[in-house]
């Protein structure tokens, strides 16, 4: 018998959906593992098997699920409320609506130490660190402890942290991930050791986490077995996608929280492994289903629904040459002419120009915006197409790229309500005390140290005779953290007070104030969406809204829009149309990522990524030059840039621009080829420095 909303499915998929789901209802069963290739349905399987889950009576409010962003947990839930209205008709919104545990990882692991703050010893009213956040802290605590004076080559607050972070992620000692990813810091060993201490001592003082900490806390909470026997018998089912980019850390909390597996299903390709810079594992996969005693099943797919023969076969071509690999090429019945094109263009001027000119063409074809989707290694690649977007008047947004919480002014409000929540948050309290007028760095110090130690800090703030010069802006300032303390205003009323508060000094501090009042009115209404003060600031610091061309920074809701996203954050989705530019050595694989085979294999990967999220067009660009000041002005330094060595020529079509004249022979071309590599990389790096 087949249910009416399992048969789209392919019987492998089918067999994946009702794993472990009897007559009798839903079990939780031993663990299963999904392992496939691009667009081969992993993740409308996993939908379809969280539907089937509670068509057949398992409690949604105990289901857990696990995805890469926000954006994919969302439009999961609403892709397994479609799948079960087909059986339970318009009931079936109150069955979806229940399904709250569905989120990032982090996200999760916010919620549930939040849950078990009591147990765990700590505070519940602890405030999360995005990563400038982090940084900011180290780079506070890296001054008090002498360490950026003393030797200006000490490694910059962003190293610092990714080391920290690589260390703790991967659970591998520090000297060896000097040795292995940061050689060049490898002399700095012991100043680093000392600075991670008092990075960590800081932050449990402050009452702080960070995004390690999130997967930290959470795996020596389930280490603890009663704990996790609480924990994990929360939920009956545990589903992760996107499982080929889990860390150690990850796996080892699926793993306390259902020991012998049951309920717990995995989904995911290992040659779509792009994380392993924050130590996400391949191993996490390929060892799963020996991790448990009886072993997990597997269920492998190999059909393609997604791309049509020509760009499956391109997308293979690339990954057929990969080292190690467990899934299998995959086949599709989606026949076309039209082979992938890979067009060289003559410098990035040209290649933004006939990006643009082909997405104008496929939207008289009838393609919208959001059918398209232009693709690059790193977020300032696309700076030159954003020009020639923002000129051409072309809506879009930018996935992985600046985000709306990057703004300072959406920072400035944030800390604010972050700051009432936890006045021990240092980064927070610093950043807002300097806002009022008279108050520097040393200033706002003192008196975060002095209130810190206090069991009511914002009481003892009251108490603090007002610095001098800051008038009547520290009477509002106070009265504005106590309001916000006390909770006078409820959720959201709360975010409408610290606007009023902010509003003068945004005058004051921005000559935009007014495109600047408009974000914070739309921050507003993204807060009116959220239950509470607590979740509304754990969702914005984990996954916050992307930036668009339109000044506001939020979404566009209802208009069409480009889509344009790293190739890392584009992980999961697929458009019709599909642009990958800079497809050049030295871009990809990006000239940071050649040291290791491992690093050129993840880059091999990436590009199969980015190729495999194509549908029906896919088009590679290559500029031949690249300036190395910024703008093409006559006469500017230039060097030339091979072609990706990741691309089969023989499954692609090749394009010249030829609307173009096209480039003269110059000096440049007799310059030694590897300096060139490092020429284009360097200008890469420094270009939006
Ligand atoms: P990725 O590896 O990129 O995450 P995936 O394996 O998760 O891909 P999905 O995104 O689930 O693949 O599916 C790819 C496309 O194929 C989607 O448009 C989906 O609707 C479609 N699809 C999946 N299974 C079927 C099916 N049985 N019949 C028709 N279309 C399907
Ligand atoms: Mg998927």
Redo the contacts with the bound molecule.
Sequence with gaps: MTAAHLE???DR?KSAVVHGIGPEGAKAEGPLLII????????????HRVAHLIVNGADPRRILLMTFSRRAANEMARRVERICRKVLGTNAGVLTDALTWAGTFHGIGARILRDYAYEIGLDPGFTIHDREDSADLMNLIRHDLGLSKTESRFPTKGTCLAIYSRAVNSETPLAEVLRSAYPWCATWEKELRDLFAAYVEAKQAQNVLDYDDLLLYWAQTVSDPDLAADIGGRFDHMLV??YQDTNRLQSSILKAMKPDGRGLTV?G?DA?SIYSFRAATIRNILDFPASFDPPADIVT?DR???STQPILAAANGVIDLARERFTKNLWTERQSEDRPRLVTVRDEAEQANYIVEQILENRERGQTLKDQAVLFRASHHSGPLEIELTRRNIPFVKFGGLKFLDAAHVKDLLAALRFAQNPRDKVAGFRLMQLLPGVGPQTASKILDAIATDPQPLAALAEIPPPPRTGEDWGRFVDMLNSLGKGEAGWPGEIEIARLWYEPHLERLHEDGDTRKADLLQLGQIASGYPSRDRFLTDLTLDPPDATSDQAGVPLLDEDYLILSTIHSA????WTSVFVLNCVDGCIPSDLAVGTTAEIEEERRLLY?AM??A?DSLHLTIPQRFFTHGQNAQGDRHVYAARTRFIPATLLQFFESSAWPQAQPSSGATRDARQIRLDVGARMRGMWK
Excluded: M
Excluded at 36 to 47: H, Q, R
């Design positions: 789209t499915l392919n998929q496939a290739g691009a667009g081969s349905g992993k993740t409308n399987t996993l939908a996608d996107e989904v390709d779509q797919l393609n629904y997604r992980k999961g989705q697929e990524v495999t999220r549908k």
